[in-house]
């Protein structure tokens, strides 16, 4: 498991003061790319080798509000990947407390050319560095 820290900003918030529920699947997308960067696998890397992983789905359940000010650790894990598709899961604390922010995880698939791809067969050495993420 990776953690990523994540201050709120002012320009987050709403009129309530709480950051907005649109910048969580911000957050998530930050923490990803960066979890990818410390495991050896750049996102920069991947799209020079021609590859493009999209979300294909996302699903978050929002638990404590976060305001401005706060920092958010966010950890990622890879809970699933085939080759084909990956799953990422994202358990977001309050740094302060501890408190559970929000719980969430994305499904991405790989495509080349616009066409769906098998990592595995694509870009073997990429595929390892992924499959070595799984959590037990």
């Known amino acids: 498991m990776y953690t990523y820290l994540r201050k709120a900003q002012y320009h987050e918030t709403d009129k309530m003061g709480i950051v907005h529920h649109a910048n969580y699947i911000k957050w998530m997308e930050e923490a990803r790319v960066d979890f990818l960067e410390q495991i050896g696998l750049p996102f920069q890397e991947i799209e ?13 359940d929002y638990r404590t509000p976060c305001t401005f000010g706060d920092t958010v650790e966010i950890e990622v894990a890879v809970e699933k990947y ?21 719980s969430a995880s994305s499904r991405h698939c790989f495509l080349k050319a616009g066409r769906i791809v098998s990592l595995k067969r694509e870009n073997p050495a990429f595929h390892e560095i992924l499959r070595a993420q799984v959590r037990d």
């Open 82 to 102: 085939t080759g084909v598709q990956l799953s990422v899961s994202y358990t977001m604390k309050n740094a302060a407390d501890g408190a559970v922010v929000a």
């Open 48 to 60: 020079a080798a021609g590859i493009a992983s999209p979300v294909a789905g996302l699903s978050i």
